[in-house]
């Protein structure tokens, strides 16, 4: 299984990036696919960013991301796609993607909890310069 994020880099405040997290090694739809992120110096974010079902579309936001982070599939690529917008200096964090089956779960109680992931890839850094 592979979970690899993509796309990170340093950007000015209000700024935007779009990450990528190319899936490999299960099957793509059968998942919930996401992003959790990791201040420097702090530990990991329990509660996800954001995340999608692929074999739906439906999608979850962290309060602190809604209406600046959009998240999109390719289901033909099995890509997970991240858009960030409006960019702040306190979203500058290690950015990893990770995938797990909620099951009856629906997806925004799903992602609050970091634990559940069955599967995690390497981050990509996001620098938010202010």
């Known amino acids: 299984v592979q979970l690899p994020a993509s796309g990170g880099g340093l950007v000015q405040a209000g700024g935007s990036l779009r990450l990528s997290c190319a899936a490999s090694?299960?099957?793509?739809?059968?998942?919930?696919i996401g992003w959790f992120r990791q201040a420097p110096g702090k530990e990991r974010e329990g509660e996800g960013v954001s995340a999608i079902l692929p074999s739906d579309g439906t999608t979850y936001y962290a309060d602190s991301v809604r209406g600046r982070f959009s998240i999109s599939s390719d289901n033909v690529k099995n890509t997970v796609y991240l858009e960030m917008n409006s960019l702040k200096p306190e979203d500058t964090a290690v950015y990893y993607c990770?995938?797990?089956?909620?099951?009856?779960?629906?997806?925004?109680?799903?992602?609050?909890?970091?634990?559940?992931?069955?599967?995690w890839g390497k981050g990509t850094l996001v620098t938010v310069s202010s």
């Open positions: 090694g299960f099957t793509f739809a059968d998942y919930a």
């Open positions: 990770a995938a797990g089956q909620p099951g009856s779960f629906p997806l925004k109680f799903f992602f609050k909890f970091d634990t559940a992931m069955a599967y």
